[in-house]
């Protein structure tokens, strides 16, 4: 299979594509949508499209390139949950085993206060009863305790933004619904037990190493690739300050601090922390999609990329999905009013990005962008999806 580093190579694929995904791009740009896009498509094992466009730094005039590094937010998430999963092959992580196996202190408990059991499986597919401060009003309790969404508060801990976590109720009895939120934090504290190193070292040595994923990491060690972070604007995106909130009704808003990435102070997020290029990422996803080695055995990702969740309600916006270990799953196209085959799994990331692997089509794509959200729930993300569909031939 072709890499996405490998820019010269001469791959037979459709003029059409191009041209429909092209459009989208530039008119993105064109109508200040976006700043800056890296984008990646790969067709039955090929690289058939790539192209970064825009800034990565629209003051600096820095144009973005294949290898601009983006802050990948909750593409930190599927990631995270493969290194997980491949501890819960070793023997050495169940996902049965309660949380206070590995974190005693982790202990929060209902709106009544009894305690409840929040077990492995439960992080994995947000139906802990945990949640994220900006699904929230203002005056909620992950506010009131200051709880972190990990795109915040530069500098703290993983001890301290738990113990914030842990004195917040539950908002349900884990298992009884879905609710997506800092679990995937929660579950990166419990691999950093599990093998005695940090986050970083679990996830290069479980993932990113072995997949030669070079760019992908927690923090940015050269500012220069790293790609600056924007918001939607009136007339144009705005470049977003260290203390930045983005509205996100009905709940309070989204709190970012884009320096957090580049302060190895801050506790290595495994729902948002980490940093890396589209390249990396489709590396990863088209390991999933061709059965996992040399990260996971077949059947491993077979139970990844499944309904995990029942009939609970992912997105009540946008009914006909599941969720998986790390992804959405598509489970009704005509609902999810999607091209998108059964089966097919995706989610995305606060900073701007979003992607998807359909697996009958052999398709995955990796969409990044520097502007948030118009690049993971904004109009671009809807409308590059659909001219990969109108390109795309067989």
């Known amino acids: 299979m072709s890499t996405v580093n490998e820019y010269s190579s001469a791959l037979a694929h459709s003029p059409q594509l191009d041209t429909e995904i092209d459009n989208v791009i530039d008119t993105a740009l064109a109508l200040n949508r976006i700043v800056g896009a890296v984008l990646v498509v790969a067709y039955h094992g090929e690289i058939v499209y790539q192209r ?37 092959e070793q023997g050495k992580l169940g996902l049965d085993d309660p ?12 709106p009544n206060g009894v305690p409840a059991v929040i077990t492995i499986r439960q992080l994995l597919t947000h139906t802990s009863g945990l949640s994220y401060g900006f699904q929230e009003a203002e005056d909620g309790s992950y506010h009131r305790a200051n709880v972190s969404d990990a795109l915040d508060q530069p500098g703290l801990s993983i001890a301290e933004n738990l113990r914030r976590l842990a004195s917040a109720p539950l908002v349900f009895e884990p298992g009884t619904s879905f ?7 929660v579950l990166g504290e419990v691999l950093t ?61 989204v709190s970012f601090a884009p320096g957090r990435a580049l302060d190895p102070a801050s506790y290595p997020s495994g729902g948002a922390g980490m940093v890396g290029t589209a390249g990396d990422f489709v590396k990863f996803l088209e390991t999933l999609r061709t059965g996992g080695a040399p990260i996971l055995r077949s059947e491993t990702v077979k139970a990844m990329t499944t309904n995990q969740t029942g009939d609970f309600v992912i997105d009540p916006e946008i009914p006909g999905w599941g969720f998986g270990f790390g992804a959405a799953i598509l489970l009704n196209p005509i609902l999810a009013q999607t091209p998108q085959s059964v089966g097919t799994y995706r ?29 993971m729930a904004g109009g671009f993300r809807f409308a590059i999806r659909d001219a990969i569909y109108r390109g795309i031939t067989e």
């Open 347 to 375: 989610w995305g990331g606060a900073y701007g990005h979003s992607w998807f692997v359909d697996p009958q089509l052999e398709l995955t794509v990796v969409a990044l962008t520097n502007t948030a959200f118009e690049g």
């Open 99 to 110: 949380v206070t196996k590995w974190l005693p202190e982790f202990r929060p408990t209902l």
């Open 193 to 253: 037990r599990v093998q005695g190193v940090s986050l970083p070292e679990v996830t290069a040595a479980l993932v990113t190493e072995p997949l030669g994923m070079r760019d992908t990491s927690f923090w940015v060690q050269d500012p220069a690739t790293l790609a600056a972070a924007y918001s939607d604007g009136v007339l144009t995106p705005v470049r977003m300050n260290d203390h930045h909130v983005i509205p996100f009704p009905p709940g309070a808003g």
């Open 179 to 185: 609710q997506y939120s800092l679990a995937l934090d």
């Open 52 to 88: 970064a466009a825009g800034f990565a730094d629209r003051e600096a005039r820095r144009l973005a390139t294949p290898d601009t590094i983006f802050r990948l937010a909750s593409i930190t998430k599927p990631i995270v949950s493969a290194a997980a999963l491949a501890l819960v």
